[in-house]
């Protein structure tokens, strides 16, 4: 167990953590899991992780929710909950732009490798636009929405 039981409700199931905590659960996870499943097995349609699966390893479920994106991997807290949902839409979307084109769907005359938005749009590949930039890394194309990634 990673954490204890809150002291406000000593008898219910519900536990205090941490995102890195979170984050240790999920590996510990997939590391027990056989071979052909893996941490999206964790993902709810709505981008929560499923945290009565991870139950054991946190010690009960937590009392807020956390959210992962299916493309990128990446973990995040309640605040952030629409980051994971626009990184899985616009990844899908950059991915066939790609595989069509053969070209990266960047906007130019920026120096950060910012995703051109309008561009996934009129072309029909992206049916909603985020409220955020979202950038184009070079591990494999993925998407970050962390412009820092750059610096």
Do not use: C
């Not at 709810?44 to 991870?54: N, T």
């Not at 990446?74 to 979307?93: C, G, R």
């Not at 992206?126 to 610096?151: C, G, N, Q, S, V």
Request: glycine share 2%; hydrophobic share 35%.
């Amino acid at each position: 167990m990673l954490f204890k039981r809150t002291k406000k409700q000593p008898k219910s199931d519900h536990v205090t953590v941490t995102l890195p905590q979170v984050k240790q659960a999920i590996r510990k996870f997939e590391e027990d899991m056989p071979g052909p499943i893996n941490r999206t097995a964790l993902i709810l349609e709505d981008k929560r992780i499923d945290m009565s699966r991870l139950k054991r390893y946190l010690g009960g479920i937590p009392e807020r929710n956390f959210y992962m994106s299916r493309e990128t991997y990446e973990i995040f807290e309640e605040e952030d909950k629409l980051v994971p949902y626009y990184l899985d839409l616009v990844q899908a979307a950059v991915d066939s732009y790609i595989s069509d084109t053969g070209k990266l769907p960047l906007l130019e005359d920026t120096w950060l490798p910012e995703v051109h938005y309008r561009l996934l749009s009129t072309e029909s590949y992206l049916k909603e636009t985020p409220p955020f930039p979202l950038y184009i890394t070079d591990e494999e194309m993925m998407l970050t929405h962390r412009a820092e990634h750059f610096e």
